[in-house]
């Protein structure tokens, strides 16, 4: 049985709270280090997480050597690795682990990967990847094994085993299916080490995405911008190590903001990343959010009287998908309907229902909208979060409530969030971890 939550909700909270490194630059970075042929790569500012360990592991599957040189910093040498001895069931684990298959196609010509696992919001294809790595030059064979499926979540269902062959990586124009940020670092990496010249467009620009780019181009890369999500990519015979610092999370940043509107009291939020929540943090103070910056990167919030139309999740640097969970529960304490609509996930709005359970008044429209009539008070129960975002949100929702609430799944928001109870704790949630 997973960890437990239990909160107990409805405390005035004081204090401040420091954002940690990014998971989703940092997990790409660590499969970046797969590129390189000779010397380390030293990562600093690593979020001390569960995806964090486990890519770590992963790569320590292949032969790469991980040696700790600070409490979040790490130098891996993976100059000798053999990708068959990749921990398949690490890489059934994860999302993240899809990373992987860029560099190392592109560093040994030859691969066979698990389709990769992750949270439960929805139908999560590969397909964008694996069609950018052909325009490549890879040819890619599926083999299906132990399928499994359902009706709304096939794909998370399904066990595929994807072999992988490319005997000259040759650049050239490639189109990705959509803003895939995952598939864009994977084209990235990939296109690092191709003959010639890649043109990658209709690509993810997120800060992460921007992060590994600059980690890349100090290991030898020659990437640069092409315009509005493009990216021109000069192909390289080989990289070598380099070291690189994994930026602020924006995303953790949003989440303690969006707490601090929605909770009694007052907090202060350490190291935000302003330049990357400038849509966030403008739709919020219009909401009526008491938001102040009061110094570089320091936030202060207080509770708000808000008024929130429309909630609508967008690729970067529109509102994040990522944040829009913690918004939803944001959503119960304003005045009047907001309508949350988030294209991305068919699963990513199941959180609401658990909302429902503690007294918000939520109608579902479809798998994509939802329109939230606030304010309500809400109430503690027992709650069930599916993905990493709704564990985040579940757990501000229980901090505003009355009563207890119990979080039956903690694992999901560990995932993403180092240590949140204790950081929780210096702000004054009232909350213990039942370690089972």
């Not at 991980?66 to 069931?89: F, L, N, S, Y």
């Not at 000259?168 to 003959?195: H, R, W, Y």
């Not at 009291?265 to 935000?272: A, H, L, P, R, S």
């Not at 959180?351 to 329109?371: Q, S, W």
Request: glycine share 10%; charged share 30%; hydrophobic share 40%.
């Amino acid at each position: 049985m997973p960890d437990r939550l239990i909160i107990k909700g409805g405390k005035k909270l004081s204090g401040e709270i420091d954002v940690r490194g990014s998971k989703n630059a940092a997990t790409p970075m660590i499969a970046a280090t797969l590129l390189a042929e000779k010397g380390v790569c030293r990562i600093t500012n690593l979020p001390l997480i569960a995806d964090v360990y486990k890519m770590i592991r992963l790569i320590e599957s292949m032969g790469a050597e991980v040696d700790w040189k600070g409490e979040r910093e790490i130098e891996v040498d993976a100059t000798e690795i053999d990708p068959e001895k990749m921990d398949q069931k690490l890489v059934a684990q994860m999302r993240s682990s899809i990373l992987v298959m860029g560099p190392l196609i592109a560093r040994f010509g030859k691969l066979s990967i698990r389709h990769p696992g992750g949270c439960l919001i929805g139908a999560r294809p590969i397909d964008t990847h694996l069609n950018g790595l052909r325009d490549l030059g890879v040819e890619i064979e599926t083999e299906e094994f132990g399928a499994s499926q359902s009706s709304d979540m096939a794909e998370t269902k399904k066990s595929h085993m994807y072999h992988l062959k490319a005997d000259n990586l040759k650049g050239k124009e490639v189109i990705l299916d959509e803003f895939s940020v995952t598939g864009t670092e994977n084209m990235l990496m990939t296109s690092a080490l191709a003959e010639g010249e890649t043109t990658l467009k209709i690509a993810a620009a997120e800060p992460h995405v921007q992060n590994l780019a600059d980690f890349l181009n100090k290991m030898g890369a020659d990437i640069t911008s092409a315009g509005s999500n493009a990216y021109k990519i000069k192909g390289k015979s080989s990289l070598e190590g380099a070291t690189h610092r994994v930026i602020p999370d924006y995303l953790e940043a949003g989440t303690f903001i969006i707490l601090g509107l929605a909770a009694e009291g007052e907090i202060v939020v350490n190291d935000v990343p302003t330049d990357h929540l400038d849509l966030t943090l403008s739709r919020l103070k219009k909401f009526g959010g008491d938001i102040e910056e009061i110094e570089d990167g320091i936030i202060r919030v207080g509770n708000s009287d808000l008024e929130i139309d429309k909630i609508q999740a967008m690729p970067y640097p529109g509102i994040p998908t990522d944040l829009q969970s913690p918004l939803g529960v944001l959503a119960t304490q304003a005045k009047g309907l907001t309508l949350i609509h988030d294209p991305m996930y068919e699963g990513r709005l199941k959180y609401l229902e658990e909302l429902n359970k503690m007294g918000a008044e939520i109608v579902m429209c479809d798998p994509h909208r939802a329109i939230i009539n606030g304010p309500t008070k809400l109430h503690g129960t027992k709650l069930d979060p599916l993905d990493l975002r709704s564990g985040a949100a579940l757990i501000i929702a229980g901090i505003i409530a009355d009563g207890t609430t119990i979080i039956k799944d903690v694992s999901q928001a560990d995932r993403g969030y180092e240590e949140i109870e204790k950081r929780l704790r210096k702000l004054g949630v009232d909350v213990k971890r039942i370690k089972e």
